[in-house]
């Protein structure tokens, strides 16, 4: 029996440690990424690589191509970050890469998928709960012809007691009860980027969330973050853990906000769930999410309902699920 305290419940663990990487074996990356023309241009000007084949469609085109090339390096970070979860993500520093070969040009609305095989894991001489392993990666098309690939050396942390855990789910609505409760692994700091960018990037124009100079003299003393963002990344921290196959969002009910949320605040989730009934032949959950600040306190509260895919309605598509994604022990 799980206590009232979200910060407290069962923790649903993501990534690997270095036991896991044994020479020889592939992890194949379960997220695919569509690469949009406003993804090359963002990083092509934010990196100041002004290079005109990859923001000048006529510049393209006139040099042979059919569209503008994504930016190799956008390429290469993009096939690194499919791979994170599963290779590093609970790891410890990038250390370097090696062989990084570009194979063909891409071009914006093409989607890349990825895979990895362990090449090289040993343990650090100098930091003894910590190994270094090396993998081969490679990104692919859709029809799974190679267009990057690369070797990438971490530091990996070696597995250790990480406390009362959690089953990592399927995704599917069986794997709902009623009354469990359980954390998720990720947090986010918030930044500037958020109380400024995010807010205006979605026109609210409450200035109290980008103006230092409206708040000041309030008895906030300055900018919080918009309840709609911190909303929004409660339910996405927890949104791998609990409607990675959900069929759509139904809505939302019971909002609130006991603290508010400013700038270096440091947010992460917690779940339970509170029904699961049949839709069809899937079946709708509904979740309690609380979001939580560095030093416990609840921030946002809502309850979320989604249909959720039922392992016989996926059956029923002929479509093979993917396994779960960490082992671990308890419920």
């Known amino acids: 029996m799980t206590s009232g305290d979200p910060a407290t419940w069962p923790l649903i663990p993501r990534g690997t440690s270095f036991e896991d990487h044994v020479v020889g074996r592939v992890f194949e990356h379960h997220w695919g990424r569509t690469l949009h023309g406003s993804d090359n241009i963002a990083f092509t000007t934010q990196t100041l690589a002004f290079n005109p084949l990859y923001f000048n469609r006529d510049v393209a085109r006139a040099g042979g191509h059919v569209d503008e090339v994504i930016n190799p390096l956008l390429v290469f970070a993009v096939v690194f970050g499919l791979s994170v979860e599963d290779l590093s993500e609970t790891g410890g520093p ?43 990666t490679v990104g692919r098309d859709a029809a799974g012809e190679p267009v990057v690939e690369f070797a990438r050396t971490n530091l990996v942390r070696k597995r250790a007691d990480r406390g009362d855990v959690a089953v990592v789910p399927e995704g ?15 947090s986010r700091t918030v930044t500037d980027l958020d109380l400024n960018g995010l807010t205006l990037l979605v026109m609210n124009t409450a200035a109290g969330h980008f103006s230092e100079q409206e708040m000041v003299d309030t008895p906030f003393g300055g900018r919080i973050n918009f309840g709609g963002l911190t909303l929004s990344l409660a339910i ?11 069929v759509r969002e139904i809505g939302l009910d019971e909002v609130a906000f006991p ?48 249909r959720v895919r039922t392992r016989a309605a996926q059956a029923a598509t002929g479509a ?11 419920r």
């Open 320 to 330: 093979t699920p993917a396994p779960a994604r960490t082992a671990s022990t308890g």
């Open 94 to 136: 990038f250390l370097g890469a090696r062989d990084i070969r570009y194979l063909r040009d891409v071009h914006p609305g093409e989607t890349l998928y990825a895979s990895s095989t362990v090449l090289d894991a040993r343990e650090s001489g100098s930091r003894p709960d910590t190994g270094i392993v090396t993998w081969r």
């Open 172 to 186: 599917f609505a069986e794997d709902f009860r009623v009354g469990d409760r359980f954390r998720h692994a990720r």
């Open 259 to 306: 603290v508010p949320v400013r700038h270096g605040d440091t947010i992460g989730a917690a779940t339970e769930v509170l029904s699961v009934g049949p839709a069809g032949a899937d079946a709708d959950v509904t979740f309690r999410h609380h979001g939580i600040n560095q030093r416990g306190e609840v921030v946002c509260r809502a309850t979320r309902t989604v």
């Open 236 to 246: 996405g921290l927890a949104t791998q853990d609990t409607t990675g196959r959900a």
